[in-house]
């Protein structure tokens, strides 16, 4: 079993509507989840991170954690043709140095 | 300006040379690191520094080896390049904020082998 799992898509999601990436981890010491965006041929940056059990919102951006089923999320509100990207799932164990990646998923917004 | 500096951008090699990859970091982030990014987008940890100490070391063939002069480079040299070296290479560096390290890539080094 990978140690984080996303779906690679690709995922086609309607300008303005809402795209919801998911990711599992097998690592039930995991405590730091983070989401990263990529753009083709560019470096991957953060967008997200959560550490509890819940959500946190950031402007579009929503970021779900349930440490008891080893899921995390990621919710994009009002998808602009802007949000069409990679997104990385990646997880730490706390006071750990490794960030361990998905593989990523594919997002396309279709204007 | 550039937080993360990654040199050369783009390298093009035969088999069996050897390369360098450069790394600078101004954002006086402590740890530094390299990851692998293949074809398929995985992006796979290399080796981790903490203030010059090697702290992971993946399993990379010993044809890898990073060096990191002070906490502000990492550089990573390989030795008699394969055709599955082709992949970018990432160097990051982070810093620790609510007990976990949050990475600042650079732009990456795009290394193909011919």
């Known amino acids: 079993q990978k140690e984080v799992e996303q779906n690679s898509g690709p995922l086609s999601v309607p300008e303005g509507a809402i795209a919801s990436l998911n990711c599992t981890y097998s690592d039930r010491g995991s405590q730091s989840f983070f989401w990263y965006r990529q753009y083709s041929g560019k470096s991957p940056e953060l967008i997200m991170s959560i550490y509890s059990n819940g959500d946190k919102e950031d402007g579009r951006f929503t970021a779900q954690l349930n440490k008891a089923s080893q899921y995390v999320s990621l919710l994009i509100r009002d998808s602009q043709p802007s949000d069409s990207a990679t997104y990385l799932c990646?997880?730490?164990?706390?006071?750990?140095?490794?960030?361990?990646f998905g593989t990523g998923t594919r997002l396309t917004i279709i204007p | 300006d550039t937080a993360v500096s990654q040199t050369p951008k783009y390298l093009v090699t035969q088999m069996g040379n050897d390369k360098s990859i450069k790394c600078e970091q101004n954002?006086?982030?402590?740890?530094m690191y390299w990851y692998k990014q293949d074809s398929k987008k995985f992006l796979k940890i290399m080796f981790s520094y903490n203030n010059k100490e090697l702290i992971i070391n993946e399993t990379v063939p010993n044809r890898f080896s990073p060096k990191s002069p002070d906490k502000a480079h990492l550089n990573l040299h390989i030795n008699s390049l394969e055709l599955g070296d082709s992949a970018v290479y990432f160097c990051?560096?982070?810093?620790?904020?609510?007990?976990?390290?949050?990475?600042?890539f650079g732009a990456g080094s795009r290394l193909t082998v011919l």
């Open positions: 990051a560096s982070s810093r620790r904020t609510s007990g976990a390290n949050v990475l600042t």
């Open positions: 990646a997880v730490t164990p706390i006071g750990n140095e490794k960030l361990t």
């Open positions: 954002l006086g982030h402590d740890t």
